[in-house]
C-alpha cells in the first residue's frame, strides 16, 4: 500500500484540511466512549441487553470503543482521504486487544494494549536512531522543518516518552482499580503527552530550519 494514503504532501491539491476541534475530536472521541461506557456500563447493559451479555462494564467499554474507533478512522479517511499512522497504528492494536479481551474475557489484553503501542512506537524510533534513521521526521515533515541534529534529538526524546508511557501504563494496571485505570487512561495520558509536547517547542524553534533562514 503507498505511503501517499497515510500521509499527504501539504501542497498535494488532493489533500483536504480538517477542522481541528473535529481532528480532536476525531482523536479524542473513542477514549471518551471507553471512558462513558466504563462509567455507566450498568445503565448500558439495562438499556442494551446485547451489549450486557459481553460481561462487565469493560468488556461492554471495550466493545464500543472498538466501534468508536473504527467510525473515528473512517471519518479521517473520508474527510482527508488519509490515514495518520499514529492512530492507524493504535487502531490495529485495538481491534486485536479488545477482540482478545471479549473473547478470552480478560480484562488483561486491553489495558496491556497503551504498553504494547506505546513500546512499540518507543522502539521503532530508537531502533531506528540505532540505525541512523530519525523516524520522526517522517511522521511530522509536513508539520515543520528542522534540521538533522533536531530530528535526531527530537526522535530520541520522543521515543524515550514512548517506553516512559508503557512503563507507566503497566504500574498503573497492575496497582491500581479498574475504575482508577480507565480515568488515567483518559484524564492522565493526554496532559502528559501535552506537557511533554509543549516542553519540546524550545527544542523545535532551534533547530528549525525556516527559523534559521530568517
Known amino acids: 500500500m503507498s505511503q501517499r494514503i497515510f500521509e499527504r504532501d501539504p501542497s498535494d491539491p488532493k489533500r483536504k484540511e480538517v477542522n481541528p476541534l473535529l481532528k480532536l475530536a476525531l482523536e479524542l472521541g473513542p477514549l471518551m466512549v471507553f471512558f462513558f461506557a466504563n462509567a455507566r456500563g450498568e445503565w448500558i447493559a439495562e438499556r442494551f441487553p446485547a451489549l450486557g451479555a459481553l460481561g462487565g462494564p469493560l468488556f461492554i467499554a471495550t466493545a464500543l470503543f472498538m466501534a468508536a474507533t473504527a467510525i473515528a478512522l473512517s471519518a479521517s479517511w473520508v474527510l482527508t482521504r488519509t490515514l495518520p499512522i499514529m492512530p492507524l497504528v493504535s487502531g490495529?492494536?485495538?481491534?486485536?486487544?479488545?477482540?482478545?479481551?471479549?473473547?478470552?474475557?480478560?480484562?488483561?489484553?486491553?489495558?496491556?494494549k497503551p504498553t504494547i503501542v506505546n513500546t512499540l512506537f518507543g522502539v521503532i524510533l530508537l531502533g531506528g536512531l540505532a540505525f541512523g534513521k530519525s523516524l520522526l521526521g517522517y511522521v511530522f515533515d509536513s508539520a515543520f522543518k528542522l534540521d538533522a541534529v533536531g530530528w535526531r534529538k527530537l526522535t530520541l526524546r520522543w521515543g524515550l516518552f514512548f517506553i516512559f508511557l508503557a512503563i507507566v501504563n503497566e504500574i498503573v494496571w497492575r496497582s491500581f482499580s479498574t475504575d482508577a485505570w480507565v480515568a488515567f487512561?483518559?484524564?492522565?495520558?493526554?496532559?502528559?503527552?501535552?506537557?511533554?509536547?509543549?516542553?519540546?517547542?524550545p527544542l523545535i524553534?532551534?533547530?528549525s530550519v525556516e527559523g534559521q533562514a530568517k
Do not use: C, D
Request: positive net charge; without cysteine.
Open 185 to 201: 487512561k483518559v484524564w492522565g495520558i493526554m496532559p502528559i503527552t501535552i506537557i511533554f509536547t509543549m516542553s519540546q517547542m
Open 92 to 112: 490495529v492494536v485495538v481491534f486485536i486487544f479488545g477482540a482478545l479481551t471479549l473473547y478470552l474475557h480478560s480484562e488483561i489484553f486491553i489495558k496491556m
Open 205 to 207: 524553534m532551534r533547530h
